[in-house]
Every structure is written in structure tokens, then in C-alpha cells.
């Protein structure tokens, strides 16, 4: 499956932003989404993720509350709604697929799009 993240800018503190994920290739419905992101001079870490059949979603604590992971099977895109962003949020945000599995988790993505990067000034 390849997969094409959009979305990104530059915001400020507080405001919202809206990422998407198009994928294409395979069957979108059957394939787990999830989304990550690298800061500079970090590793790569997990943000959400949700299920293939979307009712299962699990996000890390610190984005919690803020942020809202969703996909549209009928055309194939995976969102991350991200709001209340703080200077932390800034990142390069990639979306990533797996085969179904349970349960939705961080782990074990095998397909990755490029990244978008997410800019939160204060």
C-alpha cells in the first residue's frame, strides 16, 4: 500500500490543524492506520492509531484529549485531527499502515508514507 501524507504547516499555539493520509494499492479497509512523528533530534514516536474496522482507536497519553484519530474506507484516507497544539507538537508527522490486527496499537507498521511537517510557534 502506498501512502501520501498531507496537511502540514506552520500554526501557532492553540490553533488546529488537520493532517491526511491517502493510500493506495491495496484494500484501505483492511489495513490498520496510524500516524507518528519525529521531532528534531528525537526518535520517532507513536501518536494514534485506529483500527481497520475504525471503531478501535488508542492514542499515546500526550496527545490525549487533543487529538482525534479517523478514516473515511470510501476514500481511503486516514485524518488526524490535532487541536489545542503546543509547541511540542512540532514535528514531522508520518502516516503508517499494517495488515488488521488485534489489538489497534503502536506496533508493527509495515508501510510508511513521507512525512508532513507540523510547525507550532508560540
Known amino acids: 500500500v502506498q501512502l501520501q501524507a498531507s496537511g502540514g504547516g506552520l500554526v501557532q499555539a492553540g490553533d488546529s490543524l488537520r493532517l491526511s493520509c491517502a493510500a493506495s494499492?491495496?484494500?484501505?479497509?483492511?489495513?490498520?492506520m496510524g500516524w507518528f512523528r519525529q521531532a528534531p533530534g528525537n526518535e520517532r514516536e507513536f501518536v494514534a492509531a485506529i483500527g481497520w474496522s475504525t471503531s478501535r482507536t488508542y492514542y499515546a497519553d500526550s496527545v490525549k484529549g487533543r487529538f482525534t484519530i479517523s478514516r473515511d474506507n470510501a476514500k481511503n484516507t486516514a485524518y488526524l485531527q490535532m487541536n489545542s497544539l503546543k509547541t511540542e507538537d512540532t514535528a514531522v508527522y508520518y502516516c503508517?499502515?499494517?495488515?488488521?490486527?488485534?489489538?489497534?496499537?503502536?506496533?508493527?507498521?509495515?508501510?510508511w508514507g513521507q512525512g508532513t511537517l507540523v510547525t507550532v510557534s508560540s
Open positions: 503508517a499502515a499494517r495488515y488488521r490486527r488485534d489489538p489497534v496499537g503502536p506496533g508493527n507498521y509495515d508501510y
Open positions: 494499492g491495496r484494500t484501505f479497509s483492511s489495513y490498520d
